[in-house]
């Protein structure tokens, strides 16, 4: 079974200043990592996601992640953050073994709030 | 290209009810994934469905069932509602290929409350 901790359930941060939400995960088989925004009243979009090869992931509205099987990490960064990056942000695993249902296993969340 | 629709947006129950939720699948897709999003919380798996067939599970009781159609819509369907069962329920489709990873695609939700 797998499981995600979010560190932190809520970031407060200045307008253009550097964030980094923290994940760890929990897992005995090889798993694919996800991050996902949700805005206000909405569904979930994929931010970016980790299934091989670099372990520095590049993905959508300029958010990076490292990949760390070491330290079973995969922490969301961005270099400088906008007003429109507040919302809440969840960190997803899946069994990467296929056959399965591919089911995507959540952290709990952390709200990022940014400020003028 | 139509992107993952779910219907109602909202809806309240009283305890004891039954209710059911529906979600159009992403052209293209041929697998639907059901979410609960209780408030506060992260989605949690309650079931996946891959050709009209129940693929996968999460911990949820048997009153939490579904359907998938030759479609690939799908419904979600809850008995004997509790209050618990408040949450944003969400669905999600993927295309199911050979080997690699099948992204999932979100819908806006369906917030349930129950009274």
């Known amino acids: 079974a797998q499981s995600v901790t979010q560190l932190d359930s809520q970031v407060p941060v200045f307008e253009e200043a550097p964030v980094e939400l923290r994940c760890n995960y929990s897992?005995?088989?090889?798993?694919?990592l996800f991050w996902y925004v949700q805005y206000p009243n909405q569904g979930l979009q994929l931010l970016l996601k980790?299934?091989?090869?670099?372990?520095l992931v590049k993905g959508i509205n300029g958010f990076e992640a490292e990949f760390n099987k070491s330290q079973t990490s995969f922490h969301l960064r961005k270099p400088s953050v906008h007003i429109s990056d507040t919302a809440e942000y969840f960190c997803?695993?899946?069994?990467?073994?296929?056959?399965?249902?591919?089911?995507?296993?959540f952290g709990k969340g952390t709200k990022l709030t940014v400020n003028p | 290209e139509t992107g993952v629709t779910q219907s109602p947006t909202h809806l309240i129950k009283t305890r004891g009810q039954q209710v059911t939720l529906r979600c159009s699948s992403q052209?293209?897709?041929?697998?639907v994934s059901w979410y609960q999003q209780a408030l506060g919380q992260g989605p949690q798996f309650i079931f996946q469905?891959?050709?009209?067939?129940?693929?996968g599970r999460g911990n949820f009781p048997p009153r939490f069932s579904g359907l998938q159609f030759p479609n690939y819509s799908s419904e979600l369907n809850v008995n004997a509602l509790e209050l618990d069962d408040s949450a944003l329920y969400l669905c999600?489709?993927?295309?199911?290929?050979?080997?690699?990873?099948?992204?999932?695609?979100f819908g806006p939700g369906t917030r349930l409350t129950v009274l």
């Open positions: 999600a489709s993927s295309s199911r290929l050979a080997g690699g990873h099948n992204e999932q695609f």
């Open positions: 897992s005995s088989v090889s798993v694919y």
């Open positions: 980790y299934l091989s090869g670099s372990t």
């Open positions: 997803a695993v899946s069994d990467s073994h296929q056959g399965g249902s591919e089911k995507l296993v």
């Open positions: 052209s293209g897709h041929n697998t």
């Open positions: 469905y891959y050709r009209e067939e129940e693929n």
